[in-house]
């Protein structure tokens, strides 16, 4: 009999002592399941991603193509050109300062005006996103999404940008008010010739600014927890 409870003894003694853990385990364990977060998904971080662009894209058009989008703003306001800025100044001295200012805007206002075109283009660019861009587009630098909008639109947003900018500077004046300064500048003594073409200028540095806008948001997404407005982008850009 001694032996039998010698045997026994040592099975009772780990029943007791491993019921109360099993217990616990059991009760902890569903508990603890539900607090660790599931894995990110292919589809939510190419949705996150597209949600993330399509917030910089509507916040970069909607301030750009404001009236004095571009003028007002110090960040993306197209300058006189760099390659003509002794023109600038030489008109400037001879009297021509209201009229090289208001060149200045109108060149501004017009890439406000071929702004409002672009939004169906990055559109039509993020429905095209596949996964793997996503992923890459994720763990790549902050302003990976815009990069990857950059080099899918650009070249189509600068032909259609080419002729609303074209039209407007026709429409207000601008092409003959630069006409009128260029030819004033160079008529005076060692001046040399102004040879900017002023369309192709204004539509560069317009998309400078859509691009550096939709950048700057993109990188408010990724990292300012205010910024993340939905419940998908604080799940992907939160972690």
């Known amino acids: 009999m001694k032996k039998k ?3 026994y003894l040592p099975l009772a003694l780990l029943a007791v002592t491993a019921g ?17 977060p599931l ?14 662009l399509q917030l910089g894209i509507e916040d970069a ?6 009236e004095g989008g571009f003028w007002n703003d110090p960040d993306v306001v197209i300058p006189w050109p760099e390659e003509s800025k002794a023109a600038k100044e030489g008109l400037q001295k001879i009297g021509f300062r209201n009229k090289v200012e208001t060149f200045e805007q109108q060149m501004n206002d017009a890439a406000s005006q071929a702004t409002e075109e672009a939004t ?6 993020l429905s095209q996103m596949t996964v793997a861009d996503a992923r890459a587009i994720l763990t790549g630098p902050e302003n990976a999404a815009t990069a990857y909008l950059q080099e899918r639109t650009e ?5 259609q940008f080419t002729p609303v900018i074209d039209h407007v500077m026709q429409e207000t004046g601008v ?16 001046a040399r010739p102004v040879p900017t073409n002023l369309v192709t ?39």
């Not at 109360?20 to 660790?36: G, M, R, Y």
């Not at 006409?179 to 003594?189: D, G, I, R, V």
């Open 5 to 7: 409870l010698a045997h």
């Open 201 to 239: 200028y204004t539509t560069e540095r317009a998309l400078d600014g859509v691009f550096l806008k939709v950048a700057e948001k993109e990188k408010a997404i990724r990292t300012q927890p205010e910024e993340q407005v939905t419940a998908l982008l604080r799940r992907v850009f939160g972690q």
């Open 175 to 190: 092409l003959v008010v630069w006409e009128t300064l260029a030819q004033k500048y160079n008529s005076l003594p060692l």
């Open 20 to 36: 109360p853990s099993c217990d616990v385990i059991a009760q902890l364990e569903p508990k603890t399941l539900l607090e660790q």
């Open 61 to 66: 058009v909607r301030q750009l193509s404001a």
């Open 155 to 159: 070249e189509r947003l600068r032909v």
């Open 120 to 125: 169906s283009l990055f559109l039509d660019a």
């Open 39 to 52: 894995p990110l998904t292919e589809a939510e971080i190419a949705k996150a991603l597209k949600e993330a």
